[in-house]
């Protein structure tokens, strides 16, 4: 089995924040691809060249479906494939992995699998999926053996939607296989996509890797929102304290503070690294619950903070939020904490009304009224929260209107601003 030359055909399963990108930039290499997904909807959509991920604007879909990618809803149109990528949700369920769509899609390509094809897993997943999910249902249900017939590997995404400056093609990739074959051909097969490659011994350490970097991430936002709730009653400004310790040249890495964490990354994948751990060792990795418990805490400090601001109950009070998507510049609503923030001043009794460009309307919470930043609505509300970011906000508008602001993320530069 050779190394993975363009043009080949290409089948990239799942459609979503991680799958189209990788779908367009294969068939940009000069591959020949088939974007397969089970949402009928979002198929019909993209046959339109209409994207519905932010990073791929249309124009850029609509070149790649003029030269090799086409995308179904059935998978029937994956047979042949020489390469298979799989980009399907792994949520949780009831606080456990929930690994039925790579499930799925595996036993759905499994027929159209032959030998000297090459199947790759990207969904993010806990060390050992790759070998001891994927692997029995492509063997079992091909009669081929991986190594010996096909390749298999995991090679985990680093996709960073709105991340302008490192994008898929020139972040690092690491790619493994479950022998040395395998890792050849799928490092061949990704070098014709990303500028670096970084192979490494086992899927078991791909996985790893990628648990490794988003429980990173997550910790260290929560060790900033601890110091965040209490630097404020020490009388010092979070932000300013970070802003100074970045000057250090080593030995530092800033993390902000903010009402949350969102997405499909952080509130979800370090949380599969924890139950396989305590699963397989009975041991409980402390970091990941303790920053679980603290960024989860963040919505609802964030609540009290507008009551405390405003002097008051919250029943009654309008409460603008600005932004309800987990991160500044994006409408990806899952798992956001400004959602979170939403639904508990809802809760306490207050009107709520948010501003969210960029959400689609069904993907928005039924209790929060989405209206557009207007002098009316500053005028209206009695507490205005910046939950998101967002560039496209205009916070002069806001400065002149609004009779009280909590910001959460050191954007707003008006007067009498509370800050986290
Ligand atoms: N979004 C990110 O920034 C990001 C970054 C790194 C890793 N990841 C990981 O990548 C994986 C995919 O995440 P995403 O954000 O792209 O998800 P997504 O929800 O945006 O897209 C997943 C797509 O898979 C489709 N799908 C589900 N089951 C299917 C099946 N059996 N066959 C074919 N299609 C199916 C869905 O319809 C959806 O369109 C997850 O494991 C996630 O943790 C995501």
Redesign the pocket.
């Known amino acids: 089995m050779g190394p993975i030359e363009a043009p080949c055909r290409v089948t990239v399963?799942?459609?979503?924040?991680?799958?189209l990108p990788l779908a367009v930039a294969a068939a940009e290499a000069g591959f020949l691809v088939t974007g397969?997904?089970?949402?009928e909807l979002?198929i019909k959509q993209l046959a339109a060249g209409d994207s519905y991920v932010e990073d791929i604007p249309a124009e850029r879909l609509l070149g790649a479906l003029d030269s090799g990618l086409t995308v179904s809803h059935d998978y029937a149109d994956t047979k042949d494939f020489d390469v298979c990528v799989i980009?399907?949700?792994?949520p949780l369920r009831d606080g456990a992995p929930d690994l039925s769509?790579i499930e799925?899609?595996a036993s759905?390509v499994t027929p159209h699998l032959r030998p000297g094809a090459t199947v790759v897993l990207?969904?993010?997943?806990y060390p050992g999926t790759t070998e001891d999910v994927l692997l029995p249902i492509l063997e079992h249900g091909s009669g081929l053996r991986a190594g010996r017939d096909f390749h298999l590997g995991y090679s985990?995404?680093?996709?960073?939607?709105g991340n302008t400056q490192w994008r898929l093609e020139n972040t690092p990739k690491v790619v493994s296989g479950v022998d040395e074959d395998s890792l050849g051909a799928i490092d061949s097969f990704y070098r014709r996509i990303v500028t670096r490659t970084v192979p490494v011994s086992s899927p078991r350490t791909a996985e790893l890797t990628?648990l490794l970097e988003n429980t990173f991430r997550q910790v260290n936002i929560a060790l900033v929102n601890e110091l965040a709730m209490c630097a404020r009653p020490l009388g010092v400004d979070i932000w300013e304290a970070v802003g100074a310790a970045a000057t250090k040249p080593f030995g530092f890495m800033p993390f902000l503070p903010g009402p949350g964490v969102g997405?499909?990354?952080l509130p979800?994948?370090p949380t599969y690294l924890a139950w396989q751990v305590r699963r397989q060792l009975s041991h409980d990795v402390r970091f990941i619950s303790l920053a679980n418990e603290i960024n989860a805490h963040m919505p609802r400090h964030v609540a009290q903070r507008v009551a405390t601001g405003l002097g008051r109950e919250l029943t009654g009070a309008h409460v603008l939020l600005l932004g309800l998507a987990y991160k500044k510049n994006t409408g990806d609503v899952r798992e956001s904490p400004a959602v979170e923030v939403a639904r508990l001043l809802h809760e306490a009794g207050a009107h709520v009304r948010a501003v969210e460009p960029y959400a689609t309307p069904a993907h928005l919470p039924p209790h929060v009224l989405c209206v557009d930043l207007t002098e009316e609505e500053l005028r209206a509300a009695d507490a205005v929260v910046v939950t998101t970011d967002h560039d496209v906000f205009d916070y002069a508008l806001v400065e002149r209107h609004a009779r009280y602001v909590f910001d959460t993320r050191n954007r707003y530069r008006g007067e009498g601003v509370d800050r986290l």
């Open positions: 399963i799942g459609l979503g924040y991680v799958g397969l997904d089970t949402d979002r980009a399907v949700p792994t769509y799925s899609a759905s990207e969904s993010t997943s985990p995404e680093r996709i960073d939607p990628k997405g499909h990354c979800v994948d």
